[in-house]
């Protein structure tokens, strides 16, 4: 292994190739994708494996490896702006450039990487492609990779491929779809072509109280049937809008619906009228529009969100939310719980897991707590995070065997 780090050494230099404690790893930045492709023709060819990480890199260990060496490689230096094109609202990023650092770039043009939730942004571009997870989407613009136009990456062989940026009717077969949310196991995307918007000329909040979780859910889809498509939506249960909105009065069965709207003034309106018809058909009441700007405020980080935050979540589609929800409810009665990162496909359910005092649950119990929960959620219909469906696994192996045969890209993922 210390053979290995004083070739990778030599490629990308010394001090961008770090030990990683209590393992058979180093961690290696590369500082361009030809250095990424040497290190990768040099790891394979000495049989250590390549885990591909991103801007939020933590020293785990990989599920099995056992002890074969491994090349953690961070992007972490591959974070640069190649080309913005703001008449096509095209702009192609280097994979380790985050997605809040590129909105920084954007705003004073404005133009945005569209409403996705703040949180997923401090993530690396390459991350937010390449794994998969239920929180990249907005029911404005859809999910994160539907964004990607084109992405570059490098193969288990050292080859680099570049998928052309082009209508997609004169395409064909789509590489990068392939890239996307696979989890560095084909390639390590090195740059992304990104669609960009328009930041929008007007943003709209509005609060409602519902009379149960169960008709808020059914108005979040009804609004988004009638191609409603809000910028952000959350159903908060009364036991998690007591802990984060004190003095809201509300009984026990009823939930708070608030949602934010956005695009051209007219837009925005419309889209928070449809939201308000929706919830008014469910029996549904109009609520102090404070707590949607409290909302909004704490989603983007300018006024802290009280502790403790979420510790479970799954997601589900729109036949089976409600019973997913009332299904972890049951499971842990002290509970408190949301339901947001709506789209047509389902949305998401939080949880967070406290004890008669409102102080998070840890060790035994909350192991206990999740279990439960986990159980639950999947009894009635819902995926848990990093679950996902397995009926394509033999087309999956056989690509994965075609571009690696030797096993070398994140051989631990998606088993």
Not at 6 to 20: F, K, M, N, Q, T
Not at 32 to 54: C, K, L, N, Q, Y
Not at 267 to 283: M, N
Request: aromatic letters at 4%; charged letters at 20%.
């Amino acid at each position: 292994m210390t053979d290995l780090a004083a070739a990778l050494g030599r490629l990308v230099g010394d001090e961008h190739v770090r030990p990683v404690p209590g393992q058979p790893a180093w961690l290696v930045t590369p500082a361009s994708p030809a250095e990424v492709a040497d290190v990768i023709r040099s790891s394979a060819d000495a049989g250590a494996a390549i885990v591909p990480v991103g801007a939020g890199y933590r020293a785990a260990r990989v599920r099995g490896l056992g002890e074969r060496p491994r090349i953690h490689l961070s992007t972490e230096r591959l974070d640069q702006v190649v080309q913005l094109d703001e008449t096509s609202l095209l702009c192609q990023v280097q994979a380790g450039l985050t997605g809040l650092a590129l909105e920084k770039i954007l705003a004073p043009r404005g133009l945005s990487l569209g409403d996705y939730p703040p949180g997923i942004l401090g993530s690396s571009i390459g991350g937010l492609i390449g794994v998969r997870t239920p929180g990249k989407s907005s029911a404005r613009h859809g999910f994160f990779e539907e964004a990607v136009a084109g992405v570059s990456a490098v193969l288990a062989d050292g080859r680099t491929v570049h998928t052309r940026v082009a209508p997609r009717r004169s395409t064909g077969p789509d590489l990068a779809r392939a890239l996307c949310g696979s989890e560095g196991t084909l390639g390590i995307i090195t740059a992304a072509t990104l669609r960009l918007h328009r930041r929008p000329e007007a943003r709209l909040v509005a609060a409602f109280l519902v009379p149960s979780v169960a008709a808020a859910i059914d108005a979040a889809f009804l609004a988004l049937r009638e191609e409603c498509a809000p910028a952000g939506l959350r159903i908060i249960d009364a036991a998690e809008v007591r802990a984060q909105f004190p003095g809201v009065a509300l009984g026990d069965s009823e939930a708070l619906l608030v949602a934010a709207t956005a695009g051209p003034t007219d837009l925005a309106a419309c889209d928070r009228d449809l939201i308000a018809s929706a919830v008014d058909a469910e029996g549904g009441r109009a609520a102090d529009v404070g707590l949607a700007e409290l909302w909004w405020r704490r989603r983007f980080g300018l006024e802290a969100t009280p502790e403790p935050g979420p510790m479970f979540q799954a997601s589900a589609g729109p036949g089976e939310l409600t019973a997913a929800y009332h299904a972890v409810r049951a499971a842990v009665p002290g509970a408190r719980l949301h339901v947001s990162r709506f789209d047509l496909d389902g949305a998401v359910v939080f949880a967070t897991f406290v004890d008669g005092s409102g102080a998070a649950l840890t060790g035994d119990a909350l192991a206990a707590a999740l279990t439960s929960a986990e159980a639950a959620a999947t009894r009635a219909g819902a995926w848990l995070l990093g679950a996902r469906p397995t009926a394509l696994d033999p087309y999956l192996a056989a690509l994965r065997a075609e571009l690696d045969p030797r096993g070398v890209m994140n051989p631990g993922a998606l088993q």
